[in-house]
């Protein structure tokens, strides 16, 4: 089974600096990965997604994640933070053998950002 | 293209009551699974529905039910509800043609159990 461990549940930010979370997953067969991203009393949105084509992956928001498959690490980062960028981030995996239709989520790190 | 659509956004309950609650996927999708979030247990998979079938299942009780209707329609519904069942449900859509697992999530349904 599939698993997906997002290293703080909190990670606080300076507007300007540099935004790094952490994402790592568990899985026996090559996954595919997202990062969502969740505003208050919103649902989620997808920022960027993994599906084996360049391991350097791009998305909105001036958001990127590298899959690197040897660390077992789908990490978010964003060289300078936004205030608009406060939110929740959730990072999921989805394989093959679910029809990539179910998506195993981590508890999700909650990005504060100051002024 | 109208995004998902879920209805509705909020409601408040009892122990021991039913609840429905609505999702329509963007047009086209014919996939929609549904996910409960909750401060403790995070996003957990509930179903999947496609074609009128359901696909998959998550680790749920057998309160936890749910339909699609021929216009890809969904709706879920829980049965003799607990206190604990108070969450955000969310209903997420996809487009079959894609083979990158991308979901598409609605606003979600808060439901509150007294």
């Known amino acids: 089974a599939q698993s997906v461990t997002q290293l703080g549940s909190h990670v606080s930010v300076s507007e300007g600096a540099l935004v790094l979370l952490r994402c790592n997953y568990s899985s026996s067969v090559p996954p595919y990965l997202f990062w969502y991203v969740q505003y208050p009393n919103q649902g989620l949105q997808l920022l960027l997604k993994?599906?084996?084509?360049?391991?350097l992956v791009k998305g909105i928001n001036g958001f990127e994640a590298e899959f690197k498959k040897s660390e077992t690490s789908f990490h978010l980062t964003k060289p300078s933070a936004h205030m608009s960028d406060a939110a929740e981030y959730f990072c999921a995996v989805t394989l093959m053998n679910s029809g990539y239709s179910t998506l195993t989520f981590g508890k999700g790190t909650m990005l504060l950002v100051s002024p | 293209k109208a995004g998902v659509t879920q209805t509705p956004r909020y409601l408040i309950k009892t122990r021991g009551q039913q609840v429905t609650l609505s999702c329509s996927p963007i047009?086209?999708?014919?996939?929609v699974s549904w996910y409960q979030q909750t401060p403790g247990q995070g996003l957990q998979f509930l179903f999947e529905y496609f074609s009128e079938t359901q696909r998959n299942k998550g680790n749920f009780p057998g309160r936890f039910s749910g339909r699609q209707f021929s216009n890809s329609r969904s709706e879920m519904n829980v049965s003799t509800l607990e206190l604990g069942d108070s969450a955000l449900y969310l209903c997420a859509s996809k487009d079959t043609g894609s083979s990158t697992g991308e979901l598409f999530f609605g606003e979600g349904s808060r439901l509150t159990v007294l």
């Open positions: 047009s086209g999708h014919r996939s």
């Open positions: 993994y599906t084996s084509a360049a391991t």
